[in-house]
């Protein structure tokens, strides 16, 4: 039996890479003009945890996060405009702003080291991009989808991603936004918890093409992704 064609396989573009970088900006923007759907597989560990706090389930406890895994109904609503989250539900309730506060994201990087979430959510995932997707999160290009055909890694100096992370903060949160320095000291953290990680650890697939946002804007990233994914179909 024959190996199906690039141009019959749905078209899945990875990008990776630390907190901070700007991937979830460049990826909505990637994926709108593509047409593709957007899978933010942050936004599926954020809901995890949430769930997990809700139901008094620690984020230490690798067997019971897994089992928190088995039919998670996790689903995305396409946003209005490029520049808008998409939203996030599990089961029918929104939990798209719910999910972005900072201890959701300290909980999401820590239930995300386990290798029982990972596994677990694994399938679901791929489930998500069944019919082609821009994939953004750490391990999209070495893990979860390996045979991409588009695979980027996009990273930014730590100062700059602590601005970048800082300016989204207080654009939300106001005078409640923490501040830079403590920002700076969350993302060494979770720089080191994703990147020292057992399974699925925060890493360059070999065959990516780095990017390095600390001097380009939004704008010119996404360009280069776009570029060099137009230029493959032309190949193909």
Do not use: N
Request: net charge negative.
């Amino acid at each position: 039996m024959s190996e199906p064609s690039d141009a019959a396989r749905p078209l899945i573009v990875a990008i990776d890479g630390p907190a901070g970088a700007g991937k979830t900006t460049v990826a909505r923007r990637v994926a709108a003009a593509l047409g593709l759907p957007l899978l933010d597989t942050g936004a599926i560990y954020r809901a995890l945890a949430l769930v997990a706090k809700r139901k008094g389930v620690d984020w230490s406890d690798a067997q019971a996060l897994g089992a928190l895994t088995q039919d998670f109904p996790i689903r995305f609503v396409p946003a209005p405009s490029p520049e808008s989250p998409q939203g996030v539900f599990v089961g029918e309730e929104a939990v798209t702003k719910e999910i972005r506060s900072p201890e959701i994201s300290e909980g999401a990087s820590q239930v995300s080291a386990h290798p029982p979430v990972r596994d677990g959510l694994l399938d679901i995932q791929r489930a998500l991009a069944a019919k082609g997707c821009v994939a953004e999160g750490r391990d999209m290009g070495t893990v979860v989808f390996p045979d991409a055909p588009h695979k980027f890694f996009l990273t930014a100096q730590p100062g700059a991603r602590a601005q970048r992370r800082h300016a989204e903060l207080v654009a939300r949160k106001g005078p409640e936004a923490p501040s830079l320095d403590a920002v700076a000291e969350d993302l060494a953290r979770r720089d080191a918890r994703d990147s020292g990680r057992e399974v699925a650890p925060l890493s360059q697939a070999a065959d990516a093409t780095a990017l390095d946002s600390t001097r380009l804007s939004a704008d010119e990233v996404v360009q280069a992704i776009l570029d060099q994914v137009r230029a493959g179909a032309a190949r193909a």
